[in-house]
C-alpha cells in the first residue's frame, strides 16, 4: 500500500516545487519591474516637462536629452525582458532632434509603452512588492499584535480590529490567503506587466532581418580584414626570414662556384655553409607553414594543439580541454589562433605566474576561457592583439568578452558557432 501512495505522493510534492519556484520567480520579475517603472515614471516626467517647455519656446534644446533618456529606459526594459533564445535588442542611437523623433518608429513604439509602464506597470509592481509582505506581517499577526495599541490591532487590510487570541488567528488566516494569492495570482501579473514591452519594444517585423543584414555585412569586412592581415603576416614572414635566407644560399653557393678551381677545401667550407643555410630556411618555411594550420590539429585534435601550444609558452598552461568529435577545420583553426594569440599576450604582457585555457563544446558553440593571474589592464588597445581575436573571431560570427580589472586576474571568453 506505501509503494502505491509514493507515485501521487511524489507528483503532488513535485507540483507544490514548482508552483512555490513560479510563484517566487513572478515575484522577482515583478520587483525587477517595478525598477524600471520607477524609472519609466521619471522619464515620462521629463519628457512632459520638455513638452511644456518647448510650447513656449524654450524646450528644444532639450529635446535630445529627454530622448537619450526614453531610450536608455526602454533599452534596459529590453534587457530584463531578454531571456535565452528571445533576446530584445536595443533600439540603437536616439534621434538627435524633435523633427527627427516624429519620424523614428523606434520612439512612436517606445512612448506609448512609456506611458503604460510607468502606470500600469507601477502599480503591478507596488502589488507584487506589497504582497509578499502582507504574507508575512497577517500570518506572524498572532505573536506580537498585543503589542499594538488598543484598536490598532488590525489586518493588512485595515479590518477587522481584533481584541482576543481567536480574531489573531484569523487574522493568520488571511495571511494563508495572501499567500495563496502570491502563488497562483503573481505569475499572471507578471505576465500582465510585461505584455506592453514585449509587443511593443519588439523589433517591428523584418527589424531582425535588416540587423542580422548589418551584422553579417560588419562579419563580412572582419572576415576580410583578418584575411589581408593573415596575408601580410605570411608575407612579412616568408620576407624577412625565409627569403634572406635563400637569398644567402644563393650568396654562398656562387662563392662556393667560383672558388671551386682556385681552393677546392674553401669551396667546399662555403658549401657547409650554404646547406645549413638551406636547413635554416627550410626549418623557417615550415614554421611559416605551421603557424596557417598547424599539422597537429590536422592530423590529431584541438585538444592536443592546444596541448603543443601550453608546451612551448614561457608561463605555465593548464589546458582543460573537452570536447567530444571534430569541429569544421575554420572552427578550429580559429580557435587554436585566438589561443596562441592569447598565450602570446600573457608572456608578453600581463606578468602572470600561471594560466588556465578551458575549451567546452556546449549544442552548436565552441567555448574557449583563457585565464591568467597577471596584474590585469589587458585592452584591444594597438598592438596588444586582443583587436585582431576580436576581429578573428567576429569573422566566424563569433563574440568576444574581455575582463580585465586592474591587479586582474584576466579573461578572454570567446564563442564560436561549431553546428550541431
Known amino acids: 500500500m506505501g509503494a502505491e501512495n509514493t507515485g501521487p505522493d511524489t507528483a503532488r510534492r513535485r507540483d507544490v516545487s514548482a508552483r512555490v519556484r513560479a510563484g517566487l520567480d513572478a515575484l522577482e520579475r515583478l520587483v525587477g519591474g517595478l525598477g524600471?517603472?520607477?524609472?519609466?515614471?521619471?522619464?515620462?516626467?521629463?519628457?512632459?516637462?520638455?513638452?511644456?517647455?518647448?510650447?513656449?519656446?524654450?524646450?528644444?534644446?532639450?529635446?535630445?536629452?529627454?530622448?537619450?533618456?526614453?531610450?536608455?529606459?526602454?533599452?534596459?526594459?529590453?534587457?530584463?525582458?531578454?531571456?535565452?533564445?528571445?533576446e530584445l535588442p536595443g533600439g540603437g542611437p536616439p534621434p538627435g532632434s524633435l523633427r527627427a523623433a516624429a519620424t523614428d518608429r523606434g520612439v512612436r513604439r517606445e512612448l506609448p509603452w512609456l506611458v503604460t509602464h510607468a502606470t500600469l506597470g507601477l502599480f503591478l509592481g507596488l502589488l507584487g512588492l506589497v504582497l509578499p509582505i502582507n504574507v508575512l506581517r497577517d500570518g506572524s499577526f498572532p505573536l506580537w499584535w498585543r503589542l499594538l495599541p488598543e484598536g490598532e490591532a488590525t489586518a493588512s487590510i485595515g479590518f477587522p480590529v481584533v481584541r482576543d487570541t481567536v480574531g489573531a488567528l484569523g487574522v493568520s488566516l488571511l495571511g494563508v490567503g495572501w499567500l495563496v494569492l502570491v502563488l497562483f495570482a503573481t505569475p499572471a501579473l507578471a505576465r500582465l506587466q510585461e505584455v506592453p514591452g514585449r509587443r511593443l519594444l519588439a523589433p517591428e517585423p523584418g527589424g531582425d532581418l535588416v540587423l542580422r543584414v548589418a551584422e553579417l555585412t560588419a562579419t563580412r569586412a572582419a572576415a576580410l580584414d583578418a584575411h589581408v592581415t593573415e596575408l601580410r603576416r605570411i608575407e612579412r614572414a616568408l620576407h624577412d626570414g625565409t627569403q634572406n635566407r635563400i637569398v644567402g644560399v644563393s650568396v654562398l653557393l656562387g662563392a662556393a662556384r667560383r672558388a671551386v678551381a682556385r681552393d677546392p677545401a674553401g669551396a667546399d667550407a662555403i658549401l657547409e655553409r650554404a646547406q645549413s643555410a638551406a636547413e635554416e630556411a627550410l626549418a623557417e618555411l615550415r614554421a611559416v607553414v605551421r603557424s596557417i594550420l598547424p599539422p597537429v590539429l590536422t592530423d590529431r585534435s584541438l585538444p592536443d594543439a592546444l596541448a603543443?601550444?601550453?608546451?612551448?609558452?614561457?608561463?605555465?598552461?593548464r589546458v582543460d580541454a573537452d570536447v567530444p568529435g571534430r569541429c569544421a577545420a575554420s572552427v578550429e583553426a580559429t580557435a587554436y589562433f585566438v589561443v596562441a594569440e592569447a598565450l602570446t599576450n600573457i608572456a608578453r604582457?600581463?606578468?602572470?605566474?600561471?594560466?588556465?585555457?578551458?575549451?567546452?563544446?556546449?549544442?552548436?558553440?565552441?567555448?574557449?576561457?583563457?585565464?591568467?593571474d597577471g596584474h590585469g589592464g589587458a585592452g584591444e588597445r594597438l598592438g596588444s592583439g586582443l583587436l585582431g581575436i576580436r576581429r578573428r573571431t567576429e569573422a566566424h560570427d563569433g563574440t568576444l568578452t574581455l575582463t580585465s580589472p586592474p591587479g586582474g586576474p584576466t579573461t578572454v571568453e570567446v564563442s564560436l558557432p561549431c553546428g550541431s
Open 308 to 317: 603543443s601550444l601550453a608546451a612551448t609558452c614561457p608561463v605555465p598552461v
Open 36 to 86: 524600471t517603472a520607477v524609472l519609466a515614471l521619471v522619464a515620462l516626467v521629463l519628457l512632459l516637462f520638455t513638452a511644456a517647455a518647448c510650447l513656449v519656446g524654450v524646450g528644444l534644446p532639450a529635446v535630445p536629452y529627454a530622448l537619450r533618456v526614453l531610450r536608455l529606459v526602454a533599452d534596459r526594459e529590453r534587457h530584463r525582458l531578454s531571456r535565452p533564445g528571445a
Open 349 to 372: 604582457h600581463s606578468g602572470a605566474r600561471r594560466a588556465t585555457v578551458l575549451v567546452r563544446r556546449a549544442g552548436d558553440r565552441l567555448l574557449l576561457t583563457v585565464t591568467d
